[in-house]
């Protein structure tokens, strides 16, 4: 079992910026994927951007250019930057993680981005 952790979420206004942490219970270089997700009221669950163990990246159109997701290995930890927030990003952003076909999933954090 792995155990998966994000911070960093809160409210900003359009414009602004967040960074989004997930820390796991295993060494991130154990995962082929990691990935972040989100989720506004009323609607799926759709993929943000993520990374492979490879370091390849793949964002959804909706924030490329303004979203870059990164691994800090000496952290542990995957990171998402958010830039220029628009009120259309207001969802519960949450932070999976791949071991082979074995995936993990955090609780979720909080991102509201008021106009």
């Known amino acids: 079992q792995v155990q998966v952790v994000e911070s960093g979420g809160g409210l900003v206004q359009a414009g602004g910026s967040l960074r989004l942490s997930c820390a796991a219970s295993r060494r991130i270089y154990m995962f082929n994927r990691m990935a972040w997700y989100r989720q506004a009221p009323g609607k799926q669950r759709d993929l943000v951007a993520s990374?492979?163990?490879?370091?390849?990246?793949n964002y959804a159109d909706t924030v490329k250019g303004r979203f870059t997701i990164s691994r800090d290995i000496g952290k542990n930890t995957v990171n998402l930057q958010m830039n220029s927030l628009k009120p259309e990003d207001t969802a519960v952003y949450y932070c999976?993680?791949?071991?082979?076909?074995?995936?993990?999933w955090g609780q979720g954090t909080q991102v509201t981005v008021s106009s």
């Open positions: 990374i492979l163990s490879n370091s390849s990246t």
């Open positions: 999976m993680v791949a071991i082979s076909l074995n995936t993990y």
